[in-house]
């Protein structure tokens, strides 16, 4: 599946954001979806998951109540709605598919089968 990522830009703290990841190639519900970042000279990690039906979720300790994952199958679309967002929350922003497991959320990005190219969220202090 080829996964496009968009909705980045620069916001000040306490602003918010929405991100939007399309698939296009295969189909879409059968990925359980993710959303990573990557800060400047640190690894990527793990942000919010979301399995192939949308009925679970999982978040960073860091995110948690703050970040929003949904998906929409019938668009091909996974979203991340990032509200009150912190100087720390910026960080080029990847969008993963994972194939093979409808129910299980992996939080290392070596479980992930495909990529988005990245868009770049910049929280101003």
């Known amino acids: 599946v080829q996964l496009q990522a968009f909705g980045g830009g620069l916001v000040q703290a306490g602003g918010s954001l929405r991100l939007s990841c399309v698939a296009s190639?295969?189909?879409?519900?059968?990925?359980?979806m993710g959303w990573f970042r990557q800060a400047p000279g640190k690894e990527r990690e793990f942000v919010a998951g979301i399995t192939w039906s949308g009925s679970n979720t999982l978040y960073a300790d860091s995110v948690k109540g703050r970040f929003t994952i949904s998906r929409d199958n019938a668009k091909n679309a996974v979203y991340l709605q990032m509200n009150s967002l912190k100087p720390e929350d910026t960080a080029v922003y990847y969008c993963g598919a994972r194939s093979g497991s409808y129910y299980v959320i992996e939080v290392e990005p070596v479980r992930y089968d495909s990529w988005g190219q990245g868009t770049q969220v910049t929280v101003s202090s």
């Open positions: 190639g295969r189909t879409f519900s059968n990925y359980v």
